[in-house]
């Protein structure tokens, strides 16, 4: 039976538990809910209205939403609730036609849009939430959101008695669905980018018609009135009874004063209505915005919808992609609570909904600002343009993110990542569309899959995830879905394919032009998964996959990196080669959990040799990551230039940041000690003089508390007895350019590169001299080496000058066949010289006249 709660008629002065909790009952709470709730979990919802919200805001879904509606098992009632949308028309002030935009088919199995009213709507999707289990409280208001490792919780308060006991809610997962002033989403102290929208007021009007029949002559559909005096919209249908106008402020003009009565009655009577044709719902002016949060979940807590994201309505898909999120998330933390994933899985949700939002609304500002111009002169252009038939297409939908689905390249099909068709089928004597031939994991062909095509491992990949295989064909046969109306033939031909994998969100994981090609499909899905933390029982991940310390240097999976593939692991065993392939790919991911998983859980020391920061324990280092990973866009690139050593003696790195991560380049050198295979000491060291002086000095840690040992103390030396021989020598070479002992420390073809210098020095007699002309004047010469990291084939030393204007810096070394140092990469902080010092050591390396 429908629960609904008021906390004066329930004993909720105390403690409830549940599985999950959302906060907010809007229609993305509601469908998310009732979608868990349908999963077989106890799911309680807070919502601070006593009653459902009486007005509009949203008033458009489209064919993808319907297929949502269609899960719950109410799109049918939706759809007589619902108008579709037939027809766009861009009209001038004067109601000229300019464009008339007709509205397609490809709804997946509905039509293509919608306009609705949406108190109609809830009035559908609440019952229905509720008929499946969900636990709804009303009138309260969520106060406070906390977590452990184990649970989370939220404290609420009656918002009719601010002096009533508080009562909490304690669940595994804590969701907020609870709008764009979001408490979960603020709880967690993450606030919302602006995504180079100039926030717009705009003044929506709902009209309901005495007389729902009545035509409208000068509004059959929806029109776009380009207006440059002001630019507004106008919608015969707002589901069966409404209509919808809404109409652009000036700047400066007063919200209130514009949306007082006599003025609505003003603008409405353009279209010739007065208050004889029927009411006003409600005149509201609204600020449209274009917003995008960097990370939707922290640990246990997670929000979506206008919590994680607003846009613009120039294409009506701000609810539409709150709802898209809700059913997104819903199989992902199915998978979680009935432990087949890992809680990183629902990292997948911002990676992959995160970038579909930030397309979308790319392309809803691109509309709305043509449409809503009001330059004269680029509407006279836009006007010409359409009368002359160059209407803009519609714009493709963005594809989802990087998560569960095939890497985006130039050859991918244009289904990857993008909803999957759905049309009627005939299957044992039943017609209807394929959805309601079952939930979940599906491969849909054009043809049928021989029984032998899969590898054992294939099988059992299959079995695990309990695929269902849908042989769609215009013929029938023995266990074929026969296509009634040819769509899916028409589907596959125009994308030139003959199966895809579709996911339990109806995303289609990846599309094969031939069914021969379905096995290698099915690795990559494994491999997708279990980079992303599912946890398959009866087959070890396949080879590629981020498992463990993750994919092999140079393997398939290295193709598809995220970084530059141009690494030289020449120096590096094969296991350095691994995990660093793999921490830089979870870095350069913004993926916080896989990033931190290759430190040690018990022993971890990180510091910036540079900046003086330092994290002398797990929850600093996570809590750093935390701070910083989040806020990187999507083209921040952490990658690794060279690797050597192994993660027995430890290892040196020379790496690049990209200016998107820190809002500077960063190339530096990593010295990385090891225990067990994981980090217990990393140290980072770079030229602050190219990251820029005035910056780096500004984030640097006074000098009073600037930490000296830098963790040293924290490690044991494991460094290969070759490399310590060769750096032990090489200090005192270095000095005053010893040509015997370069001559037996270097090879003939050695490389000296100083970082902050921008200096690159070839073979051992140049070298040579280079360091006599520097006698005691580069800041490493006369320098105590203070730790080692490395093994037989090369690494690295960090080196102190306790007098020196640069204090301190660190060196990578390679080693040939013969113990010889073949390369020396050096790194010290340039910004703390002075512009003159720095030109005068720079001149070192020009060879005199001989």
């Known amino acids: 039976m429908p629960t609904t709660f008021e906390p004066a008629a329930t004993a909720l002065s105390g403690h409830l538990s549940c599985d999950i909790v959302l906060v907010g009952y809007g229609p993305v709470g509601m469908v998310l809910s009732g979608l868990l709730a349908k999963r077989g979990f106890d799911v309680v919802v807070v919502e601070r209205h006593h009653t459902l919200y009486p007005l509009a805001r949203a008033g458009h879904y489209d064919g993808e939403t319907m297929r949502a509606f269609q899960e719950l098992g109410v799109a049918d009632q939706v759809e007589l609730a619902a108008q579709p949308m037939l027809l766009w028309n861009l009209v001038t002030a004067g109601k000229e036609v300019l464009a008339e935009i007709h509205i397609g088919e490809g709804g997946a199995g509905w039509k293509e849009s919608y306009l609705s009213y949406q108190p109609e709507i809830e009035r559908i999707l609440d019952p229905r939430a509720r008929e499946l289990g969900v636990r709804l409280i009303r009138g309260v208001q969520a106060e406070q959101v906390e977590q452990t490792a184990d649970r989370a919780s939220v404290t609420c308060r009656s918002v009719d008695d601010q002096t009533a006991a508080p009562f909490m809610i304690d669940a595994a997962y804590v969701i907020g669905t609870d709008g764009a002033n979001s408490l979960v989403r603020t709880s967690l102290g993450i606030e919302r980018a602006e995504l180079g929208f100039a926030p717009m007021d705009s003044l929506v009007i709902d009209f309901k018609l005495d007389d729902p029949d009545r035509e409208i002559d000068d509004l059959p559909e929806v029109l776009q009135v380009l207006d440059t005096e002001r630019p507004q919209l106008a919608g015969r249908w707002e589901g069966r009874n409404y209509m919808r106008f809404e109409f652009a402020l000036h700047e400066g003009e007063d919200p209130e004063g514009f949306a007082d009565p006599d003025n609505c009655w003003k603008l409405l009577s353009m279209w010739n209505l007065t208050p004889e044709d029927g009411h006003i719902e409600r005149g509201v002016v609204y600020r449209f915005e274009a917003t995008l949060a960097p990370r939707w979940r922290d640990g246990r807590v997670l929000f979506v919808g206008d919590a994680a994201h607003t846009m613009p309505p120039t294409m009506g898909q701000g609810l539409c992609s709150g709802i898209r999120d809700a059913v997104n998330l819903a199989w992902k933390l199915t998978a979680v609570m009935h432990g087949e994933a890992e809680p990183e899985l629902l990292d997948t949700v911002e990676r992959e909904r995160g970038a579909h939002v930030r397309g979308l609304t790319e392309r809803c500002i691109a509309l709305g600002e043509l449409w809503n111009t009001r330059d004269a002169e680029a509407a006279h252009r836009r006007d010409e343009m359409l009368r002359m038939g160059n209407v803009p297409p519609a714009p493709l939908f963005p594809r989802l993110g990087p998560g569960i689905v095939t890497p985006e390249g130039d050859d991918a099909p244009i289904p990857d990542g993008r909803p999957s068709p759905q049309a009627r089928v005939a299957f ?192 600093a280092l996570r809590g750093m990551w935390k701070q910083y990973m989040p806020f990187w866009s999507a083209t921040a690139r952490s990658y690794p230039v060279q690797i050597l050593g192994d993660t027995t003696h430890g290892a040196a790195v020379v790496m690049t940041n990209t200016p998107e991560l820190f809002g500077n380049e960063i190339r530096a050198i990593a010295l990385v000690d090891f225990d067990d295979d994981k980090v217990t000491r990393w140290v980072d060291y770079w030229d602050g003089r190219g990251f820029g002086a005035a910056d780096a000095a500004q984030l640097r840690v006074p000098e ?147």
């Not at 023995?478 to 031909?493: A, C, N, S, T």
């Not at 105590?784 to 960090?798: F, K, L, R, W």
Request: glycine share 10%; aromatic share 10%; net charge negative.
């Open 704 to 850: 009073g508390t600037f930490p000296t040992a830098l963790g040293v103390d924290t490690v044991e030396p494991k460094q290969a007895t070759a490399l310590g021989t060769a750096i032990e020598s090489l200090i005192p070479a270095l000095d005053g350019g010893d040509e015997v002992l370069l001559g037996e420390l270097l090879s003939y073809d050695v490389t000296l590169e100083d970082f902050a210098l921008r200096t690159r020095i070839r073979g051992r007699a140049a070298v040579a001299r280079y360091l006599r002309r520097g006698a005691g004047r580069l800041p490493y010469q006369g320098a105590t080496v203070t730790h080692i990291v490395g093994g037989p084939q090369g690494g690295g030393y960090e080196w102190t000058a306790e007098d020196g204007t640069v204090p301190r810096g660190a060196a990578a070394m390679a080693l040939d066949a013969d113990g010889r140092i073949n390369e020396l990469t050096l790194c010290w902080d340039g910004s703390l010289m002075g512009d003159d010092q720095i030109t005068r050591l720079g001149a070192l390396a020009v060879e005199p006249r001989r």
């Open 428 to 619: 044992d004597g039943r017609a209807d569309r394929l959805d309601e031939f079952g939930h979940g994991w599906k491969i849909v062909t054009r043809h049928a899959v021989p029984q032998d095509l899969f590898t054992e491992d294939q099988r059992k990949v299959l079995e695990e995830l309990d695929v269902e295989f849908a042989h769609v064909s215009r013929g029938p046969g023995p266990g074929y879905y026969v296509d009634l109306d040819g769509e899916y033939d028409l589907w596959f031909r125009k994308h030139g394919v003959r199966a895809f994998v579709q996911r339990p969100d109806k995303y289609v994981f990846g599309a094969v032009k031939d069914v021969e090609e379905l096995p290698a499909l099915v690795d990559r899905l494994a491999e997708s998964l279990a980079h992303s933390g599912w946890k398959f029982r009866s087959v070890d991940p396949p080879a590629g996959s981020e498992a463990g310390t993750g994919a092999a240097a140079g393997d398939a999976a290295a193709d598809r990196l995220p970084y530059p593939a141009t690494v030289d692991v020449r120096h590096a065993h094969d296991t350095a080669a691994r995990f660093f392939t793999s921490f830089f790919t979870a870095k350069s991911k913004r993926r916080i959990d896989a990033t931190h998983a290759h430190f040690h859980p018990e022993r971890v020391y990180y510091a910036d040799a540079v900046l003086g920061w330092q994290f002398a324990d797990n929850a």
